[in-house]
């Protein structure tokens, strides 16, 4: 059982930045593969980034690519988003998720989840 706590969300202008956080429970969290999605209202969560369970290797959508750096400390439990360079359409609720397999996009086959942090990009 793995349990997540996202942090870091906030209102920035475009054009700024934010980092978000996601803790984690248990001493598996290193075998994980660890993705953040996001999700606006009336759709379904969509894919930004995921890394690998060692950290060493990442995969983004392309409206993040140049922009947003994810990256995973397994010493303590917590995975990262960097976003940079903020647009109005990236707000959303944001939400990190775990996933046993490496190198997919599919929400359904994430896991764990946390409860999700608001990034608001106002204009």
């Known amino acids: 059982q793995v349990q997540l706590v996202e942090s870091g969300g906030g209102t920035v202008q475009t054009g700024g930045s934010l980092r978000l956080s996601c803790g984690a429970s248990?001493?598996?969290?290193?075998?994980?593969?660890m993705g953040w999605f996001r999700q606006t209202p009336g759709k379904g969560r969509e894919f930004v980034a995921a890394v690998s369970g060692g950290g060493s290797l990442t995969y983004y959508t392309d409206s993040v690519k140049g922009r947003f750096t994810i990256s995973r400390d397994n010493a303590k439990n917590t995975v990262y988003l960097q976003m940079n360079n903020l647009k109005p359409e990236d707000t959303a609720v944001y939400y990190c998720a775990a996933c046993p397999r490496w190198r997919t996009t599919d929400s359904s086959d994430y896991v764990y989840w946390g409860q999700g942090t608001q990034v608001t990009v106002s204009s």
């Open positions: 248990g001493r598996t969290f290193r075998i994980y593969a």
